[in-house]
């Protein structure tokens, strides 16, 4: 029998500084993403989300070809950081041009950008690899994450971010609820519709650049759409959603790096994303809302009623 004294030990934070600091700014990330993640998923913005996250990469990249030109550190985080947002940015505005002037869906629009600007990166962290400079190992964290090398500034910065996006999410609620159900009708009554969406996006690079050195460009959209997903089949309200998919987030980002933190060689994203995922599985079939157990065993009722 696995002996789960070591884990238990861990969730109740009685392991070394350096594993609580990190399982409390993966909790802060979590939440995080799982609050910006409902209004994505509810305006069907999560494939936009996934091209975004894959444009920081060749940001990434520009961004040590920059510091390294001007001087600095490859691995400045600021400029590394700025190159990323910038990409992303880019990005999005594209897949907003192609919708916009030419005949292509937006899936396809998507599509074609997140390829492109992937393979992009990909081209030139290999052309960083043969440059006469240092730093150049470790930039592949940012594709699958480096969540157990979390210092404690950085911790304390993803703490402070997920309160600014809370308080930014509450300032806004009622108008981003009222453009995920009926966008027409909000447009119809003068609401800034393509202002709101504006502002969802802005939230999604946000949580996606800021995620990227802890769980990595990869895994950063798993970690935004499964917990609101998964808040989707407990409740039909918006506001408990949203409380929902931030516990569901932070849980998953706790749980996930206590269990990396056990087995050390198990890399912490990507343990995150299989507890926020089985706790998804869950939900489909024992969520009180729209749980498939919930809704079969309410239809019986309703025949035996009959």
Excluded: C
């Amino acid at each position: 029998m696995t002996d789960l004294s070591p884990l238990v030990s861990i969730l109740l934070l009685q392991a070394g500084y350096n594993t609580i600091v990190v399982m409390l700014g993966a909790a802060a990330l979590g939440a995080a993403t799982g609050i910006v993640g409902v209004f994505a998923m509810l305006r069907r913005r999560a494939l936009v989300a996934d091209a975004v996250a894959h444009a920081t990469l060749p940001g990434v990249a520009l961004g040590f070809i920059v510091a390294v030109t001007l001087g600095f550190s490859g691995r400045s985080l600021p400029f590394l950081m700025v190159g990323a947002a910038l990409t992303a940015i880019l990005a999005a505005l594209s897949i907003q041009w192609i919708t916009n002037r030419t005949r292509l869906t937006e899936d396809t629009a998507i599509a074609s950008v997140l390829a492109t600007f992937f393979a992009l990166g990909i081209v030139l962290l290999t052309v960083i690899q043969t440059l006469k400079t240092g730093g150049q190992a470790g930039l592949d964290i940012y594709l699958l994450g480096a969540t157990a090398g979390m210092l404690r500034e950085e911790a304390i910065i993803l703490a402070l971010f997920s309160l600014v996006v809370a308080l930014a999410v509450a300032a806004i609620f009622k108008e981003l609820t009222l453009i995920s159900f009926d966008a027409d009708y909000a447009r119809a009554h003068g609401f800034p519709v393509r202002l709101l969406d504006l502002a969802i996006l802005a939230l999604v690079l946000a949580v996606v650049v800021i995620g990227l050195r802890v769980v990595g460009l990869v895994l950063i959209v798993a970690l935004l759409i499964t917990p609101p997903a998964a808040a989707r089949f407990w409740t039909n309200h918006t506001g408990y959603m949203t409380l929902i998919s931030a516990t569901i987030g932070a849980a998953s980002a706790y749980f996930g790096a206590a269990i990396s933190a056990v087995s050390p060689d198990t890399p912490t994203g990507a343990v995150i994303v299989l507890v926020a995922f089985t706790i998804l599985l869950f939900s489909v079939f024992f969520g009180s809302a729209r749980g498939i157990v919930v809704r079969a065993f309410g239809a019986r009722q309703w025949r035996g009623a009959s």
